[in-house]
């Protein structure tokens, strides 16, 4: 809005955040032809000290006239000390935060656009309240839709390199880096750079063998594998997760995450209290059902594979492709094998890649 002083973007994914303020800058100085006439400021600080410098080097860039009297752009970038930390708590930090909003107040747009990134930001703060009503404001919340969000950053970057990636390879690939935006987006190029512009389309099996498991991700090739419901494919990615892993437990914990979370959409999708179309489960359809049946369900709002409710619906809808195929008295007995193959690798802990196998070739024969 040309009518607000400032712009203010904040939200829970740095990267997201550092992309919009990006794209902001790069259009706002885009006719600007002198460089002193467009700033970044870098807006961490560890202490109050750090806040003030921050504060100062920002309000001295704002009040710097351009060399040849075209309008100036500064941004205000990475902004940390809004947060709920011992920084951001700070006396200090609220009294230079009042001397800010004073002199943000007072800028004219016209002659001076000035942005300010921030990630994390505590939102019970009268700044952040005042920001809100004050700025052109845009708050980015990736939140539950955060897979969704992965899948939009890893097309657009397929679209610009030129090359397609399969919805599984997608998949297999958000599972990898954990949902972690930045690395979605690096993981991509690196993909796409392999591949070649020749490649029809990147499949599962590349990303495969060209993504590491980032972090503490609860999606694991062999889980996609298995409930995808291919023996071949299961036996490979068994293989090559126990070429770098020699523990099996995460792993059919995964599983049998997965498939409580199936069990509970065959029930429904039985009931005919959820349908499965062409984008998976509508949102619609899952909050009608939670509102039928959630109070069997446990009353916390929190993520949970025992509560299908506090899913996403994207990650449902893949789920629900398997829950679709397989009978609910098969789901059971998956599970019940799961039981016995934790039990198995207790009394075989030297055997576990064997006892995997087993299971894949007993569940998926």
Not at 344 to 351: K, L
Request: hydrophobic share 40%; glycine share 6%.
């Amino acid at each position: 809005m040309a009518d607000r002083p400032f712009t203010f973007i904040c939200g829970d994914d740095d990267y997201l955040v550092g992309e919009q303020g990006r794209a902001w800058f790069a259009r706002e100085t885009s006719e600007l032809s002198d460089s002193l006439s467009k700033e970044v400021v870098n807006g961490r600080a560890a202490n109050v000290a750090e806040v003030e410098d921050a504060i100062n080097r920002f309000t001295s860039a704002v009040q710097t006239l351009s060399l040849f009297g075209e309008r100036k752009v500064v941004w205000l970038k990475d902004v940390n000390f809004l947060a709920d930390s011992p920084t951001g708590r700070a006396q200090g930090t609220l009294d230079l935060l009042e001397n800010l909003r004073e002199m943000l107040a007072a800028l004219d747009p016209g002659s001076v656009g000035v942005l300010i990134t921030a990630q994390p930001v505590d939102k019970r703060r009268s700044f952040y309240k005042w920001c809100q009503k004050t700025a052109d404001f845009t708050a980015l919340a990736a939140g539950k839709d955060r897979a969704r969000v992965c899948v939009d950053l890893i097309r657009k970057e397929c679209e610009d390199a030129g090359v397609g990636m399969t919805s599984e390879a997608m998949e297999l690939l958000v599972g990898k880096v954990n949902g972690h935006t930045r690395l979605i987006v690096e993981e991509t190029r690196k993909l796409a750079t392999f591949a070649g512009p020749e490649t029809e389309a990147i499949n599962a099996r590349l990303v495969a063998d060209l993504v590491p498991n980032f972090g503490d991700a609860d999606f694991f090739e062999a889980a996609d594998a298995f409930y995808s419901l291919k023996l071949g494919w299961t036996l490979e990615a068994l293989r090559r997760h126990f070429f770098t892993n020699s523990e099996s437990r995460p792993l059919l914990g995964s599983l049998q995450s997965r498939n409580r979370l199936i069990i509970q959409l065959r029930v429904l999708l039985d009931a005919g209290a959820i349908r499965l179309g062409g984008r998976g489960i509508s949102k619609a359809d899952l909050e009608a059902a939670a509102r039928t049946y959630a109070r069997h369900f446990s009353a916390n709002d929190e993520k949970s594979p025992l509560n299908v409710f506090t899913q996403n619906p994207w990650y449902l809808g893949r789920l629900a492709e398997t829950a679709r195929k397989v009978p609910l008295k098969k789901l059971i007995g998956f599970q019940i094998a799961f039981a016995e193959a934790f039990e198995a690798i207790i009394q075989r802990p030297n055997e576990q890649e064997e006892v995997c196998r087993e299971l894949a070739i007993q569940c998926l024969s």
